[in-house]
Structure formats: C-alpha cells, structure tokens
C-alpha cells in the first residue's frame, strides 16, 4: 500500500528565513513518481514538481529545491529566503506505477510566512 | 477560461437530497479525476476517468456516488441521499497523457449538508 506522511502540520517563519517542508513515502513499487503541490487560499492546487523513482539528483527552481533520498524514502522541499506569498498549504504526494494513477495525497503543511 | 472549471462553487443542501457537481476540464485532456477534501486534509481519490470509462473508481465511498462522463470531456459527479458526512470541498483535476502525473486542478466545488 502506498502512504504519503507530511508530519508537519503547521510551520510558521519570518519573511526571509529558509523552509524545509518533510515528506515521507512508503510503496513497494520500484517505480513511482513524487510531487508537490501547493494550494494558496484560493484552494486551487498548483504542481510545483514531479520527480520520478529513477532520479535522485536534487533540483533546484529558484527559491525552492527539492530533496529526493530513497535511502530514507523522503522527497523534502526547502524554500529560501521565504516571502510572503509563499503561505500557502503544501501537499506531496505519490503516484505509483507510471504516473498516470491517481496520487495520493499527504495531509498538507499549512506554512505561514510573517512580514 | 483555459483551465478546469467547476461548478457550483458552492452548494448548500439539506440531508437526504441528491446533488450534482459539474467538471469541465481542460480542451484535449483525455484523464479526469475527483478527489475530495475534508478540512484540514489531503485530497482524497473518488475516481479517474480515461476518456469516456471509469478507469479507477476505488475510491468511491459507497454507492450512493456515481460519476459520468459521457462524451469525454465534461464530468459529473452525483450524490445521492446525501448525509452531513458529505460535506467537504470536491475537486476536479484533469491530465494528458503527455503530462504524467502533472494535474491540473479546478478551485473546487464546497458541499455542505445540512
């Protein structure tokens, strides 16, 4: 069976201080895809990355980049020099097989970023 | 637009009545997905159409929701007797098959029962 473990549930930091948000996965598939999305306010969620199980290189977008171990099955992601519009709800989230089945979902970080 | 729409946004209904919820994906994209989310949880999977057939409909509660999508673009999504439990914000997502995985949501349908 497969579970997505986001033990983070409420993070809040002042503008400008780095993020990182925990994800834990477990699946006996060998091959599987991790994301993140992010759901702002207004509740509609927004793919941020895919990563499939056959790469381990980190990847960086910016501010944000990403931390792929399956030595301890986590896919973290780290915000730096965290703004404002970064409050939102983070969700990551585990597709097995070759991606096209339905995600499942961890329970979300709600991170609050302070002026 | 040229995302996924839903409609209502907002439903309002009393236990016991029957609801449905309207789905309109993105032109050309051939998967469609509910998923449901209670306050302060993840999205949770109901099912996923490929086309026109139900590919995955596991995580459909119980048999009082049904889904359809006949001509493989928009979906609805029904509800019978509905029960306070229901209550949750229903969103819809769509894919193609050029984007594994990535899906793109709808803002969302919030049921509430009465």
């Known amino acids: 069976a497969q579970k997505v473990t986001q033990a983070q549930t409420e993070i809040s930091v002042v503008e400008k201080e780095d993020v990182t948000l925990d994800c834990v996965y477990e699946?006996?598939?060998?091959?599987?895809?991790l994301f993140w999305y992010k759901q702002p306010p207004s509740g509609e969620l927004v793919f941020l990355i895919r990563r499939n199980s056959f790469d381990e290189q980190n990847e960086i977008s910016g501010r944000y980049s990403w931390n792929f171990q399956k030595s301890t099955s986590s896919f973290n992601f780290t915000i730096t020099a965290s703004q404002v519009v970064d409050s939102a709800v983070y969700f990551c989230?585990?597709?097995?097989?070759?991606?096209?089945?339905?995600?499942?979902f961890g329970k979300g970080t709600r991170l609050s970023v302070i002026a | 637009g040229a995302g996924v729409s839903q409609t209502p946004s907002n439903k309002v209904t009393e236990k016991g009545k029957y609801v449905e919820l309207r789905c309109d994906p993105i032109s050309g994209h051939t998967a469609l997905y509910w998923y449901r989310q209670s306050l302060g949880q993840g999205p949770e999977f109901l099912i996923y159409f490929q086309g026109t057939g139900a590919a995955d409909d596991s995580g459909l509660p119980n048999d009082r929701f049904f889904a359809v999508r006949p001509e493989g673009s928009v979906s609805t999504l029904k509800i019978q007797r509905t029960e306070r439990g229901d209550s949750a914000v229903y969103l819809c997502?769509?894919?193609?098959?050029?984007?594994?995985?990535?899906?793109?949501f709808g803002e969302g349908s919030r049921l509430t029962v009465l």
């Open positions: 699946t006996r598939d060998t091959t599987y895809y």
């Open positions: 997502a769509s894919s193609s098959s050029l984007n594994t995985g990535e899906l793109f």
């Open positions: 989230a585990l597709s097995e097989d070759s991606g096209n089945t339905p995600l499942v």
